[in-house]
């Protein structure tokens, strides 16, 4: 049985495992469990299938309605970006490369969805036996409770539950996180295991993002917000349109350039009556001030308007899709605005923005970022540390083990030392990238791979040799343009070149 098949995000060193081969057959799994349809959980399901497996993939309606729309995106993606790499490796002399997956393979193994209901258990298998709690953190999420039958177990089974991502104690349009106690182990995410955020409330996340809309406006260009098209997008919508209603902020271009979120969009509506604002979803999706674009030929022509606009385009952390058009188009101007409302890996562009950087490399250029960059972190779908905590403590007595996942090392580190001090009877295990481990009575023990691990841990959630190799480029590039003269700079030159000569 496997929990979740998401696509690898972060640096290039990180997202090269997308390309790999699965440490696993992938005909030998017999069923799937999909905890929701952000891709970083969903997006490697096509390449499964097209690799062998053949069985069913347990998700919610929800979920499932999200991915027939998420995972043949994220296929046009795959084809589109690999067109492109290959027209660069062809005029390079380098071999071909093949896309992850087309939009074709991600058709297909949307037959294989199986709906699952909240609350309901479902066979997996013989000896398993699945439940799936609201995550709280988007349409469709679960947390999902895995019981197997066990008869060395004191009860006759194990017990496991995989957090998948816990959503925040509030958020705009999903209920709080729920799921059930006395469990054997807890598999946990740990995406903001480091961080304390203030409380938030409505007002709150209105008055701050009114502040950021306003002082872009001030600076007359566009107001550019890489975003997630499922959700994060609506989220944004609903709020930007209510500060436009109670008339806190004049009335602006709004364009949502994602066909994604376009047709997530119609998926949310779709499932309104789900929301505890809907009414307040329908009115913002159906603002006169919002323009939903779809073709290219839409996007281009956003770059045509003049004076204050918000453009909020996929993907999140800058890495695809349409914003790296608008961020190529604005970072240099003074005018411009980007505010990043994500999480952003550590690797991807939008870090690299977050963290302050003047140049940057994209899109084979080089671009001085001169756009006001600026973060507000008060539309997480992930809870904070505190709320992490209280959500793992409420699970009561953990009699095995609590592993923790999905995040990097220092919110690993501080989820850990908080779980070491709030339940200290209670293993707390932070493996590595392919570690194996046995879950004998009670306790889970670490077990040989016939695999070696693909990554070290030294090669995850950091920056890898790709930013470093950017930054220096534009080092050089920099410190070149800066020697007095020409023939200062040609000294410098040679002396690389027999810096280069002599490792190479």
């Given at each position: 049985?496997l929990?979740?098949c998401?696509?690898?995000?972060?640096?290039?060193?990180?997202?090269?495992?997308n390309?790999?081969d699965?440490?696993?057959?992938?005909?030998?799994?017999?069923?799937?469990?999909?905890?929701?349809?952000?891709?970083?959980?969903?997006?490697?399901?096509?390449?499964?299938?097209?690799?062998?497996?053949?069985?069913?993939?347990?998700?919610?309606?929800?979920?499932?309605?999200?991915?027939?729309?998420?995972?043949?995106?994220?296929?046009?993606?795959?084809?589109?970006?690999?067109?492109?790499?290959?027209?660069?490796?062809?005029?390079?002399?380098?071999?071909e490369?093949?896309?992850?997956?087309?939009?074709?393979?991600?058709?297909?193994?949307?037959t294989?969805?199986?709906?699952?209901?909240?609350?309901?258990w479902?066979?997996?298998?013989?000896?398993?036996?699945?439940?799936?709690?609201?995550?709280g953190?988007?349409?469709?999420?679960?947390s999902?409770?895995?019981?197997?039958?066990?008869?060395?177990?004191?009860?006759?089974?194990?017990?496991?539950?995989?957090?998948?991502?816990?959503?925040?104690?509030?958020?705009?349009?999903?209920?709080?996180?729920?799921?059930?106690?006395?469990?054997?182990?807890?598999?946990?995410e740990s995406?903001?295991?480091?961080?304390?955020?203030?409380?938030?409330?409505e007002?709150?996340?209105?008055?701050?993002?009114?502040a950021?809309?306003?002082?872009?406006?001030?600076?007359?260009?566009?107001?550019?917000?890489?975003s997630?098209?499922?959700?994060?997008?609506?989220?944004?919508?609903?709020?930007?349109?209510?500060?436009?209603?109670?008339?806190?902020?004049?009335?602006c271009?709004?364009?949502?350039?994602?066909?994604?979120?376009?047709?997530?969009?119609?998926?949310?509506?779709?499932?309104?009556?789900?929301?505890?604002?809907?009414?307040?979803?329908?009115?913002?999706?159906?603002?006169?001030?919002?323009?939903?674009?779809?073709?290219?030929?839409?996007?281009k022509?956003?770059?045509?308007?003049?004076?204050?606009h918000?453009?909020?385009?996929?993907?999140g952390?800058?890495?695809a899709?349409?914003?790296?058009?608008?961020?190529?188009?604005?970072?240099?101007?003074?005018d411009?605005?980007?505010?990043?409302?994500?999480?952003?890996?550590?690797?991807?562009?939008?870090?690299?923005?977050?963290?302050?950087?003047?140049?940057?490399?994209?899109?084979?250029?080089?671009?001085?970022?001169?756009?006001?960059?600026?973060?507000?972190?008060?539309?997480?779908?992930?809870?904070?540390?505190?709320?992490?905590?209280?959500?793992?403590?409420?699970?009561?007595?953990?009699?095995?083990?609590?592993?923790?996942?999905h995040?990097?090392?220092?919110?690993?580190?501080?989820?850990?030392?908080?779980?070491a001090?709030?339940?200290?009877?209670?293993?707390?295990?932070?493996?590595?990238?392919?570690?194996?481990?046995?879950?004998?009575?009670?306790?889970?023990?670490?077990a040989?791979s016939?695999?070696?691990?693909?990554?070290?841990?030294?090669?995850?959630?950091?920056?890898?040799?790709?930013?470093?190799?950017?930054?220096?480029?534009?080092?050089?590039?920099?410190?070149?343009?800066?020697?007095?003269?020409?023939?200062?700079?040609a000294?410098?030159?040679?002396?690389l070149?027999?810096?280069?000569?002599?490792?190479?």
């Amino acid at each position: 049985m496997l929990v979740d098949c998401g696509m690898v995000q972060g640096s290039k060193t990180e997202r090269e495992l997308n390309y790999r081969d699965f440490p696993f057959r992938a005909a030998s799994i017999d069923a799937m469990i999909l905890t929701h349809a952000h891709i970083d959980h969903s997006g490697l399901v096509p390449k499964l299938a097209k690799h062998g497996f053949s069985g069913p993939i347990y998700a919610t309606a929800a979920t499932m309605d999200l991915c027939s729309i998420m995972l043949p995106d994220s296929g046009h993606i795959q084809e589109m970006e690999v067109q492109q790499l290959n027209r660069r490796n062809s005029q390079r002399g380098r071999k071909e490369v093949e896309a992850i997956y087309t939009v074709d393979d991600a058709t297909a193994c949307l037959t294989q969805f199986r709906p699952v209901a909240y609350g309901e258990w479902i066979a997996i298998a013989d000896t398993i036996r699945a439940r799936y709690w609201n995550a709280g953190h988007l349409l469709g999420s679960a947390s999902v409770e895995v019981e197997i039958t066990d008869p060395s177990a004191p009860t006759g089974v194990t017990r496991l539950l995989f957090s998948g991502d816990i959503g925040p104690d509030y958020k705009l349009l999903e209920d709080e996180p729920e799921a059930p106690t006395e469990i054997d182990h807890l598999i946990c995410e740990s995406t903001y295991g480091d961080t304390d955020r203030q409380e938030i409330t409505e007002e709150t996340r209105r008055k701050t993002l009114l502040a950021e809309i306003t002082a872009a406006q001030h600076r007359k260009g566009a107001l550019l917000i890489p975003s997630f098209a499922v959700e994060r997008t609506q989220e944004l919508l609903v709020d930007i349109v209510a500060l436009i209603e109670t008339g806190a902020l004049p009335a602006c271009p709004i364009f949502i350039d994602s066909p994604l979120a376009t047709k997530a969009s119609a998926m949310f509506a779709k499932h309104a009556s789900e929301y505890k604002n809907g009414d307040a979803l329908m009115r913002a999706m159906n603002s006169h001030n919002v323009r939903f674009t779809e073709t290219t030929e839409q996007s281009k022509a956003i770059s045509k308007i003049g004076g204050f606009h918000i453009i909020i385009s996929a993907s999140g952390m800058c890495e695809a899709g349409r914003i790296r058009h608008h961020l190529k188009d604005w970072l240099w101007r003074t005018d411009g605005t980007i505010l990043l409302v994500g999480y952003q890996a550590n690797g991807t562009l939008g870090r690299v923005l977050q963290d302050g950087a003047h140049r940057v490399r994209m899109m084979g250029s080089e671009i001085e970022v001169k756009a006001h960059i600026s973060t507000m972190d008060v539309y997480s779908g992930h809870a904070d540390a505190p709320e992490l905590l209280r959500w793992i403590t409420r699970r009561g007595r953990i009699k095995g083990s609590i592993f923790l996942v999905h995040g990097e090392e220092e919110a690993f580190n501080a989820l850990a030392g908080a779980l070491a001090h709030a339940m200290p009877d209670v293993p707390v295990v932070i493996p590595n990238l392919d570690d194996v481990y046995d879950l004998k009575d009670g306790h889970a023990i670490p077990a040989r791979s016939d695999v070696p691990a693909r990554l070290t841990p030294e090669h995850l959630g950091r920056i890898d040799w790709n930013n470093d190799l950017s930054r220096l480029v534009l080092d050089l590039n920099e410190t070149i343009g800066k020697l007095p003269d020409a023939n200062t700079r040609a000294k410098m030159i040679r002396r690389l070149r027999r810096t280069l000569e002599e490792a190479g």
